[in-house]
């Protein structure tokens, strides 16, 4: 048996890699569809010789290894074990890309200790590093030089920086409104910023039907199924920091339902291997203004609402990956939660001064739908993460929401302040 | 001998370590000084038993250490090795101030490597957090749960979330033109903003005076003697990552010198303890609209003047660590260079598309004077370092100046710009 396969979640037809990588295809040759406002169907995900992983490698030795470096445990990946891109490429490149060992961290909410898997600190501040790094291997071993994404923003600038780290250059399509921070981003680090006079579908299509006609290779989220594969780096690094005491909840910023697939994926492989035992409840979390989860689960079909909300990261009006996303909570016993942009707010404000990390809104609602959970369902000690998915300094827009500006005192008017006269 | 005292650097003066610190003493009490728009006077340095620590230490134990946490090896540091504050803080809390163990890295320009110790990364994304953290442990210590700072930006911020993390309060005097980006991530740690009706010199004696009537532990730099010391971890940062193989000649982007002298303290240790044979040459990097150190070592004398360059980090018209700084210059047969505001946007442009780093125009300006060593002076593949000192999203003016708006085009435009009509 090959290495790994593509398998279609929706039609269930198999490809082999050569059939899926060598004509640059991504969804469902049979049943892969994009229209707009609506999810994508004929997603591809990967499957690996499980039997093979599991006759030929031990837990312990995964759980000896360092977090923040995939590249290690290379039999888990898409990638070629004697391919050109991972024996090529320096040491000190990889190294450009790797997450913080610390990046497992235990914290305490009123009394209570929980974790996060904190990806602020990442090349480009986010955890779409995480799905943007295996993309890029992965054009370098397809000897492809450029790689293009419509983003509104993170995925963007995620892919812009982690391009120039492995000398690649990136097209990132953005929707016309762009808040400029991001575009500045984006800018930054070389990459070709095409403006769109529309947005995020629109530029999602334009840029997907150029890539096709340029043969550049193509990030769109979900879309590539590395997108997905890549994000199921976080339950290997929850996997490898706990020793393989994985936490029995997760709390997941969900928009188009990418991290949730790959992190389900990451853990129901373990669970294949026989490495780990139960599968922890995963929690797609939404804003209000945002919650086509929500909708989708309590309503059994999905309908199109613009989605608005100061966690424009986690915005979709129609979420990409609905469908293996929905999955990934069935099969964990898993549930939505929902989060007003008020309690995004206090959230943010809360886990910056108990804590000291800042953190963007979209992880702001995670944390915020953690606390609510510990009011209403039984949270045992250390049994739940949050993920921290992204910097609240990549875009400070939400943090002067709660943060006001002071008056200026005069020295003689401090010291009466402090009881000095 | 007690583990460590503290030397007057000016007058040589020596104190015990309960002499300083029980009475919350920082400068020389002999000879200290601090006059407006001068360089203090007094400035105390922490001095170690090294003929004990090289009997019972040897370097290949600090070589096998991670980079990153330097309370691994406390005898190098001025906590007490049985005392409560590393003993009874949780292994997470420090967890939450580890730098990454990554940050040395290695990056090439025009075919000669090079290294970088990156600091974009750190909890505040800035080498002031080396200073914070040891200053917060030594408040811990000491039983104050208060740490007031004067600081225009980085530091504040830096001290900020660090004492979130750990816990404790803190208290940021700033002066009024403080940027706005600035001001809010102070606040948002939760720190006590102070806006001073005045600059950064009024707001450091404001704060002085109250840290001292009302026993707030000061962290005004250059000044707390912890400042310097917090600062050479870098240097053991550098000695521990190059398994001793240390760099030949270090750009320090530099302001008031403490980052210099600091670094020169660690290197200078180690060279003491026989566990490094020579000092690499450091060189203090500076804008041209910010050249104090230029000017004091071309005229030998030090002359005020306002410092005025888009790398405000390292504008200081009257450097505080002036004297011990140059001393480091001195010994490691170091150097000043001047960069203009355009070499450093040249530089962080490069950074950012070369590498994928996004850095501060005050690491630019390093990287700007590296470029230009590499022109005019031998530098051999692998001798050199620069330090990145801060993430270039902590204030994105700098990059918005060479970013510029882009007009958006719709589908029909974007497909004839690509040749497919």
Redesign the interface.
């Known amino acids: 048996m090959e290495k790994y396969i593509y398998k279609c979640f929706d039609c269930g037809k198999v490809y082999s890699k050569d059939e899926i990588e060598k004509e640059l295809i991504y969804l469902c040759p049979l049943c892969g569809t994009i229209e707009k406002n609506k999810p994508l169907r004929g997603i591809l995900l990967i499957e690996y010789d499980y039997q093979a992983i599991r006759k030929n490698h031990r837990k312990e030795e995964l759980m000896a290894l ?1 977090p ?1 470096k995939f590249w290690q445990y290379e039999y888990l990946w898409p990638l070629e074990s004697h391919d050109k891109t991972i024996l090529q490429i ?1 040491e ?1 490149q990889l ?2 890309i ?1 997450l ?3 990046c497992f ?3 305490s909410y009123h009394g209570k200790e929980f974790h996060i898997l904190d990806d602020t ?5 986010s955890f779409k590093d995480r799905a943007s790094s295996l993309v890029a291997l992965k054009a370098l071993q397809l000897g492809i030089k450029e790689i293009a994404a419509a983003s509104t923003g993170n995925a963007g600038s995620s892919l ?7 000398g690649l250059k990136s097209k990132v399509f953005v929707p ?1 409104q762009i808040p ?2 991001k ?3 984006i ?4 990459s070709e ?6 947005d995020y579908d ?1 530029a999602f ?2 840029c997907l ?2 890539s096709s ?2 043969r550049w290779y193509n990030r769109n989220t979900a879309y590539n199924p590395l997108t997905i594969e890549g994000k199921k780096w976080g339950a290997y690094d929850i996997f490898i920091s706990a020793k393989g005491n994985i936490p029995g909840i997760i709390f997941v910023p969900t928009g188009d339902g990418v991290i949730l697939t790959g992190l389900y994926k990451g853990f129901h492989e373990l669970l294949e291997l026989g490495w780990i035992d139960t599968l922890p409840r995963l929690i797609a979390v939404q804003a209000s203004g945002g919650n086509a989860f929500v909708r989708y689960r309590q309503n059994g079909q999905f309908e199109y609402a613009p989605a608005v909300s100061i966690a424009d990261s986690i915005c979709a009006g129609a979420p990409r990956a609905l469908y293996p996303a929905n999955e990934a909570l069935i099969r964990t016993s898993g549930d939505t939660a929902e989060v007003s942009d008020d309690e995004i707010y206090e959230a943010q ?1 809360y886990v ?7 953190i963007e809104p979209s992880s702001s609602a995670a944390f915020a739908a953690f606390t609510k959970f510990t009011e209403t369902e039984k949270i045992t000690n250390l049994s739940a993460l949050v993920l921290f998915t992204g ?4 875009d ?1 827009r939400a ?2 929401n709660w ?1 006001h500006d ?6 003689d ?3 009466k302040k ?1 009881g ?1 006269e």
Chains 1, 2 share one sequence.
């Open positions: 360092k923040g320096d000190s190294d450009l790797s913080s060992a610390d961290q235990k914290l600190r990442n090349p480009t501040l812009a920086g982690i391009c120039a780290r492995l016309r400029e921070a575009r500045i981003q800018q930054s680090y070389g910023l095409v403006l769109v006079d529309g629109l299509d334009i039907e150029l006609a340029k404000k910056a001064r108990n804590y000291g990390i800042l910097n609240g300094l990549k400070i943090l002067k943060n002071i008056s200026p005192l005069r020295p008017e401090l010291k402090y000095l």
